[in-house]
């Protein structure tokens, strides 16, 4: 019948017809979902959202310092470790924006409760994002919500920030399901140029198309939509995740759109290790369901045949002659990706950095000293 949604059944390439919009079609994957962006980089990102117009989301912007936090535009702001820092921000130490989200831990535990997915972005370079993003991570997780990293790596002018970075994606590596990692630095190499106050910019604009990205994957109208529980399974332990995002108006659009999302930062991965995909195709209102499909087809050869890819197409006629390709590899191997982080990753990997002193167990073996005798 007219209007009725293709079936996945119908998914073939032979059929040339075009998707229609989808603006009437209602999303089939109804949950809480939640972004929270912390320190001045992940404010800058709720913000971004919040110009991108992202739907079907409430944005949260944490923070230390009180200027910042009110710049920013966000659903809900929350001002952390008011007493311990007087809202002036951490100074760029760690150690405060730990002992900061402490204080406010009940007010955190509070507004994460009862969501269903909630993102955690930042950057791996100042104060509050790597003394409070663990933390954070942490609340989520012991909520049972399905928690998604989405980190920026710190630029190469920021050396000093690359050990506690190391130590930051370790931990949230452990309590999150899955950390996407963007390297900032590739846009000095796309762009030797370009001011270090642009860059700093252009790497929040990334960071706030990746999570707007995720989030229109499951919450969008669309052609072929996501299933939720395939969705979650993917990303439930998907360790180190990488992310493209690639458009084409070429005469072969749709191949061109995967070799664009696959050539930065995807480029260096080996995917035959990657333990799962998501692929969103958007197109305009002229993309055929042969182009959708051959966007998953290219995909799915490169990787393992274990590997379990899930993927959607959506319309949005403001593409205009392009197509869109946001592809999400998982379980990508995490030494190498710390790896990128300096000589030190490989002696920091799989460390606890915030551990307590060691303690005297209140473990009784019921064992005897013996006596050494001299023979």
Not at 158 to 168: C, G, L, P, Q, V
Not at 170 to 180: I, N, S
Not at 216 to 236: G, Q, R, T, W, Y
Not at 282 to 303: F, L, P, Y
Request: charged share 20%.
């Amino acid at each position: 019948m007219a209007g009725e949604k293709p079936t996945n059944k119908a998914l073939q390439p032979t059929w040339q017809g075009t998707l229609a919009p989808t603006d009437s079609i209602q999303p089939s994957n109804q949950c809480k979902i939640v972004v929270i962006g912390i320190g001045g980089a992940g404010n800058n990102t709720v913000t971004q959202l919040t110009k991108m117009g992202i739907k079907n989301t409430h944005t949260i912007a944490v923070n230390t310092d009180s200027l910042q936090l009110n710049a920013s535009q966000a659903d809900q702001k929350i001002l952390i470790g008011e007493k311990l820092t007087q809202d002036a921000g951490t100074s760029g130490n760690p150690v405060s924006g730990r002992a900061a989200i402490e204080e406010s831990r009940k007010q955190i535990e509070k507004t994460l409760t009862n969501v269903d997915i909630i993102f955690i972005t930042t950057a791996l370079s100042g104060g509050t994002g790597i003394g409070v993003a663990p933390v954070i991570a942490e609340i989520a997780k012991k909520k049972g919500a399905t928690t998604i990293g989405v980190v920026a790596k710190p630029f190469q002018i920021e050396k000093d920030r690359m050990k506690s970075a190391s130590y930051t994606l370790t931990e949230l590596q452990r309590e999150c399901d899955t950390v996407v990692v963007i390297d900032n630095n590739q846009l000095t190499e796309l762009a030797p140029e370009l001011p270090i106050s642009e860059a700093f910019k252009i790497a929040d604009q990334v960071l706030a198309k990746v999570i707007k990205g995720l989030v229109e994957m499951i919450s969008a109208p669309s052609l072929i939509n996501f299933d939720l529980a395939n969705f979650i399974n993917i990303v439930k332990h998907g360790g180190v995740a990488v992310i493209g995002i690639g458009e084409s108006d070429a005469q072969n659009r749709a191949e061109e759109a995967v070799r664009n999302a696959l050539r930065s930062p995807l480029r260096d991965v080996d995917y035959a290790e990657a333990t799962g995909a998501l692929i969103e195709v958007t197109g305009d209102s002229q993309m055929t369901i042969e182009e959708a499909n051959c966007v998953r087809e290219i995909v799915t050869k490169m990787m393992n045949n274990n590997a379990q890819v899930i993927w959607g197409a959506r319309v949005d006629p403001e593409l205009d002659g392009r197509i869109r390709v946001t592809l999400v590899m998982t379980g990508i191997n995490s030494p190498r990706i710390v790896s990128k982080f300096g000589s030190i990753a490989p002696q920091l990997f799989n460390l606890e950095p915030y551990s307590e002193p060691e303690k005297k167990l209140p473990v009784d073996l019921g064992l005897y000293q013996l006596e050494k005798f001299e023979s």
